[in-house]
């Protein structure tokens, strides 16, 4: 079975500046897709960013993008020039290729501080 | 598109009572899923359909919980009878499967609390 890892249960970064957030997972798979969720206090799951797993480039949305290090199952999700609207719970999400089903890690809590 | 749509968004209840929870889909999705989010186990899935049928419900606590999908456009979570520990928020999100991203869209969740 498929488990994913989020190390970090809180972190805090000051306003504009970057911060990255851990994921790593286990697999035997090979074709899989990886998620970051965010989950502001609106409870609101929105999807930030996916990498699928063939693709060696990591993927990228304006000031979101993954370090995806495939040999060692790691996923990290680092913002730049970090807004006050990034404060949410942060998932990593885990999908196996031709599975629709969706394993998420315990979350990360950020807080972006004035 | 509206977007997923759940409703109540928050239920309040009495242990032992019936509870049920409904869901709108995105039009055209094939799949749909129901998740639990609680601070102790995170975000589990209890079941999910595609094309109405039911493909997994390894994730359903106990026959307490059932789910139906009577049609592509609804779907319910029905607890009977309700505890104490099913207070949670149920999310039910949905996706097209065979699309070139597998992404999954969800509602805004209901907050249920059994007292």
């Known amino acids: 079975a498929q488990t994913v890892t989020q190390s970090q249960p809180e972190m805090s970064v000051q306003e504009a500046e970057t911060v990255t957030l851990s994921c790593t997972y286990d697999?035997?798979?090979?074709?899989?897709?990886l998620f970051w969720y965010k989950q502001p206090p609106s409870r609101q799951m929105i999807l930030v960013i996916r990498?699928?797993?063939?693709?060696?480039q990591n993927a990228t949305e304006n000031r979101f993008s993954v370090n995806f290090q495939k040999a060692a199952k790691s996923f990290s999700l680092k913002i730049s020039d970090s807004q006050l609207g990034d404060t949410a719970m942060y998932f990593c999400?885990?999908?196996?290729?031709?599975?629709?089903?969706?394993?998420f890690g315990k979350g990360t809590k950020l807080t972006v501080n004035p | 598109d509206a977007g997923v749509i759940q409703s109540p968004r928050h239920e309040v209840t009495e242990m032992g009572q019936e509870v049920t929870l409904r869901c709108k889909p995105i039009?055209?999705?094939?799949?749909l899923f129901w998740y639990r989010q609680t601070m102790m186990r995170g975000l589990e899935l209890l079941i999910y359909?595609?094309?109405?049928?039911?493909?997994?419900d390894s994730g359903m606590p106990e026959d307490r919980f059932s789910a139906k999908m009577p049609n592509a456009s609804f779907s319910t979570l029905k607890i009977q009878p309700s505890e104490p520990r099913d207070s949670a928020v149920y999310f039910c999100?949905?996706?097209?499967?065979?699309?070139?991203?597998?992404?999954?869209?969800f509602g805004p969740g209901t907050r249920l609390t059994v007292l």
């Open positions: 990498q699928e797993a063939y693709k060696q």
């Open positions: 697999t035997s798979e090979n074709n899989y897709y």
């Open positions: 999400a885990f999908m196996a290729g031709g599975s629709e089903k969706l394993v």
């Open positions: 359909f595609n094309n109405n049928v039911p493909i997994d």
């Open positions: 999100a949905s996706m097209y499967q065979g699309a070139q991203y597998n992404e999954q869209f």
């Open positions: 039009s055209g999705h094939n799949s």
